[in-house]
C-alpha cells in the first residue's frame, strides 16, 4: 500500500481510490463474499495512513483481512450516504487513480460529492502496479506452471476421438482441480475447424481422427494464474501442412523467448515472433498479440504487443503464445508463462513443445 501510494504521487496523482477486485486484494488482501451495489473502496494517499471504506454489515468480515493492520476502517450504514464517508479522505480537487473494476454508479457518485476533483483508469495511471512480483509471488505462478503441465500430460492419455469437445474440456477442468487449483478460468478445447477460433467455447462437436486440437487451460493455484496452450494431432500420421504450422509456431514461440532480458521493450517479443511467422507466409493468420501478462488475474500489464514500449524488468512475468489460424480448417498455438531474470527468462511451463499424437 505504501508502495502504491508512493507511485500514485511519482504519477502526478493525489492518490488512489481501490474498488473491490484483482487490485483491492492485491493491496490489502481484502475480497468481499459479494460485490453489491454498497461502496467499498480503499483509498491511499501518500503520506497519510490508507483507510478502508466499507458497509458496516460487512466490517466483520473486512477485519479478517490480512492488511487490515495496516490501515483504517471507515464504516457507514444503510440509510446514510455512503460518499459523505469517502469524502473526508480526499481531496476536494484532487486527480484520482480509480481501479478498472470500480461500478460507474460509484465513480458518478464521487465527481458528484466532489465536483473539482479528476479521475483517471488505475491501468492508464500505474499500469505496472502488480507487473513485477516478488519472490513468494513467483514460487506461486511457478506453482501453478506446474499443476497445469500435470494436467497436460494426463490429458494426453485420455480418449480424444468420437469424444466432444466439451468433455476434453471438462477432463482438463477436472485435471485443474486434482493438482490444486482452487479456479479454472478457462479450457478452450478447439478441434478440427474450430481450433481456428483463438477463444472458441468448447462445444458438443466430436473430435474426429485427423483433427488438430488446440488445449488453452488456466486458472488460479493459491491465488496466482496459470495458463498454458499446445496443440496435440489425433491420429498417427501427421499431415505434413499441419506438421509445417506447428513447426512455424514453435520456432516463432522459442525465439520469442530466447529474446526475453531485462531492458527489452514488450513489443519487441511480439516483433520477433511475428517475424518467424510472416516470413513463413502465414502473417495475416496470426491475428493476436503474443502475450499478456499473469498474476492474480490470468490477464493483466504488461502485454506483447506492438506499441508498448515498456522494458522488461526482472520479475515480470507474462505468456508467449504466438499462434497461425487457418479459418475453415485447423489452428495451432503454443503458450507458455515466462518470467524475466536478471540477464533473460525463465519458463513456468515445461512441457514438450512438440506435437503430440493421441488417440
Sequence with gaps: MDRAAGDATAAGLA?????????????????????????????????REPALVVPKLERPDAEKAPGVPGLRLV???????????????????????????AWAMHLLGLQSALPRSGWTSLTAALPMLRAVKDTDELERLAAAGGAADAA?????????????????????????????????????????????????????????TGDTVVLDFGGLKDGYGSDTTRTVYVGTEVPAEVQEVHDV???????????????????????????VITEAGYGEYFIHRTGHG?????????????????????????????????PGRFGVRIEDIVTVTDRAGRRFNNTPHELQCVS
Excluded at 481510490?17 to 460485490?35: H, K, M, N, S
Excluded at 513489443?267 to 517475424?275: G, M, P, T
Design 15 to 47: 492518490g488512489l481510490v481501490i474498488a473491490p477486485g484483482p487490485d483491492l486484494e492485491y493491496l490489502c488482501g481484502y475480497r468481499p463474499t459479494a460485490i453489491t451495489e454498497r461502496l467499498t473502496a480503499l483509498v491511499l494517499t501518500a503520506g
Design 152 to 208: 497436460y500430460r494426463r490429458i494426453l492419455e485420455v480418449d480424444f476421438a468420437g469424444r466432444r469437445e466439451s468433455d476434453v474440456a471438462a477432463d482438463l477442468s477436472a485435471l485443474l482441480i486434482h493438482y490444486g487449483h482452487s479456479q479454472v478460468d478457462f479450457t478452450v478445447v478447439g478441434s478440427g475447424p474450430n481450433g481456428a477460433d483463438p477463444h472458441h467455447e468448447a462445444d458438443e462437436r466430436v473430435i474426429r
Design 294 to 326: 499473469i498474476g492474480i488475474t490470468t490477464h493483466e500489464p504488461p502485454y506483447m504487443v506492438e506499441g508498448e514500449r515498456q522494458r522488461l524488468v526482472p520479475g515480470m512475468c507474462f505468456s508467449i503464445e504466438p499462434g497461425i489460424y487457418l
Design 249 to 275: 509456431v514453435r520456432r516463432a514461440q522459442q525465439l520469442a523467448f530466447e529474446a526475453v532480458r531485462p531492458g527489452v521493450e514488450c513489443q519487441e517479443i511480439d516483433r520477433v515472433a511475428r517475424q
Design 75 to 101: 464504516d457507514w450504514s444503510d440509510g446514510e450516504d455512503p460518499y459523505a464517508s469517502a469524502v473526508p479522505l480526499l481531496d476536494a480537487g484532487g486527480r484520482y487513480g480509480v481501479s478498472d473494476s
